[in-house]
């Protein structure tokens, strides 16, 4: 009986504490199963988190217009251009070949020239779209790269994502008898707009820049600009669209 008695009170004390350990976990997952008929589950299953979309095209192109437009405020974030000095050639090594292959350049102008570019200057910049929280988006990244082909400077902006050119400004003497007419331009913007998937509504004369042509673009609250100036080439995206008027836009 005294042993009995010796072993008791530590097999009692034994028992509290894991009562004490188990009980509490036991009734919180009782109480989950009275309030919501199913036992709370700390760790979340991976498809019941929310999942962002990569922009698309069209949409980074949108930010970027609005980033250019000096009306607007996008968040933004630009390096010093002290790093990636041959991605940036190889990204507009490439966008060269493309925009030859498109008809925006001449290829001969490639083949002289741009098979290696050398460097002037180069950035990139991250661009957030301000009607979403900064904190839960990840970045758009562009390239801004200048490049001398010889004695044609050039200088494009670039998708980072995609690659693709999204702007060119490109120096050559040449120029003035290569897209003399707005035909001519006017083929360069449908080239440069093919490259990014964009389909031209219509094109024309530029009534308040004259020797430019701009083309408006179907779905989009932007147009492309093409303007031959001297000997300079700019082609380019530009915000907002008046389409009533017939000065600053086409009529419809």
């Not at 004390?13 to 199963?33: K, N």
């Not at 020239?113 to 050398?118: F, Y």
Request: charged share 25%.
């Amino acid at each position: 009986m005294k042993l009995v008695k010796k072993w008791l009170l530590p097999v009692l004390i034994c028992l509290a504490v894991a009562e004490a350990a188990v009980l509490p976990p036991h009734l919180s997952l009782m109480r989950d199963y009275q309030q919501f008929r199913q036992v709370h589950i700390e760790e979340l299953a991976a498809d019941s988190l929310p999942v962002r979309e990569t922009p698309t095209l069209p949409e980074r192109l949108a930010l970027y217009v609005s980033w250019m437009d000096d009306e607007k405020v996008v968040p933004s974030f630009q390096s010093p251009g002290e790093e990636g000095q041959a991605q940036a050639k190889e990204l507009i090594r490439a966008s060269l070949e493309r925009l030859a292959q498109a008809g925006v350049i001449p290829e001969k102008l490639l083949v002289d020239k741009a098979a290696d570019p050398e460097i002037a200057f180069w950035t990139y910049f991250l661009l957030w779209n301000p009607e979403s929280s900064i904190a839960g988006q990840t970045p758009i990244g562009f390239w801004r790269v200048t490049a001398d082909l010889g004695d044609c400077p050039v200088q494009l902006d670039i998708d980072q994502e995609s690659g693709l050119p999204v702007r060119l400004s490109l120096y050559d003497p040449e120029l003035r008898l290569a897209w003399k007419d707005t035909a001519a331009q006017a083929a360069v913007g449908r080239g440069f707009l093919s490259l990014l998937g964009l389909e031209v509504e219509e094109a024309r004369p530029d009534a308040v820049d004259p020797g430019s042509v701009v083309l408006s673009v179907a779905g989009a609250e932007f147009y492309c600009s093409v303007m031959v100036s001297k000997a300079t080439l700019i082609v380019e995206l530009r915000p907002g669209w008046e389409m009533t008027d017939g000065v600053n836009g086409f009529d419809r």
